[in-house]
């Protein structure tokens, strides 16, 4: 297989990868929002109170999410080291989340129901870019094997192709 072959596979891979975290993400998204807003209509918790507890609610479901669909071809050893980093870097994207919040409220004075969800959106865009590098990064990791078995079969593959050619001009 070509240099091409071999990026445009790499770049097939990562638009799948892509596609299904964005999917578990857009599901997560609609938890998180529904939480939130139904909490705030509920009870009377402070806005960015309400936006940490859907924030965690979101997070449980991503997990779930992430490890059964985006990522259930990577590496299940190591469930506890997996299961902390996850909760690490979800903890670093809930502050980024909840940051943009609160300063939109406590800091501009934003704070009616349709500028709280707007900020709030856009404090999930950014997290959501952390966490994705974050968790196929160090969280989710790709099987050393997968990448050595594709090179060996692309090698195989164009030692295939070269014999023909060979026989042919003899």
Known sequence: MTDRGILRQRFDRLAREVAKFGAVGAVG????????????????????RASVIATVV?????????RYFTY???DKTGRTKELTLFLL???VGLVIE???LYAATYW?????RLQANFFKFLGMGIATLFRFWS????????????EAVAHAESFLEEQRDERPAARRAS
Do not use: E, Q
């Open 108 to 112: 501009f004075g934003w704070d009616g």
């Open 72 to 74: 259930r071809d990577r």
């Open 89 to 91: 870097f979800s903890a």
């Open 98 to 100: 909840n940051g943009v």
């Open 135 to 146: 968790y196929r990064t160090w969280v989710f990791k790709a099987l050393p094997a997968r």
């Open 58 to 66: 979101a997070i449980v479901f991503n997990y779930v999410g992430f």
């Open 29 to 48: 998204t609609l938890v998180n929002f529904g939480v939130f807003n139904l909490v705030r209509h509920v009870t009377d918790l402070h806005v960015v």
